[in-house]
Every structure is written in structure tokens, then in C-alpha cells.
């Protein structure tokens, strides 16, 4: 019988978050939230890039091809 191998304890190093991946009409909002909250600026950009997906709903669509009508393409989160 094999033995398991153990789990590394220790996380990568991972980048700060940086609001200009935001859309600016979003940063002054997700800034405010997070230092009122204490909380880390990218908890309030994940909720907040959610709720803007699940307002906008199918009503937003892409189509890739600019004479075809019928091919198009509804972004999901």
C-alpha cells in the first residue's frame, strides 16, 4: 500500500488587486465600499462585477460577425 503524499501548507504569492481592471464607473464604488468595510478591495469588485452581470441579464450580446444577424454570441459569467 502506497503512502499519500502530503499537501503543501503554503500558498503561491499572489498579486495585489489593482481597481484599474475595473470599469471606471464601477471604481469610486468598489474604493468606498472597501475602506468602510475593512475589507480587501477585491472581495467588493467580485460582488460587484456579479451584480452588474446578473442585472444586464441576456439583454447584452456580441455579434462577431457584423452582416450575419443570426450569430449571436450572450457573454455568461
Request: hydrophobic share 50%; net charge neutral.
Amino acid at each position: 500500500m502506497m503512502t499519500p503524499a502530503s499537501l503543501k501548507l503554503e500558498l503561491p504569492p499572489a498579486e495585489p488587486f489593482d481597481l484599474e481592471l475595473l470599469p471606471r464607473s464601477l471604481r469610486p464604488l468598489v474604493r468606498d465600499v472597501s475602506e468602510r468595510m475593512q475589507a480587501p478591495a477585491d472581495f467588493m469588485a467580485a460582488a460587484a462585477v456579479v451584480e452588474l452581470a446578473a442585472s444586464i441579464g441576456r439583454r447584452a450580446f456580441m455579434q462577431p460577425k457584423a452582416l450575419d444577424t443570426t450569430w449571436r454570441v450572450v457573454p455568461n459569467l
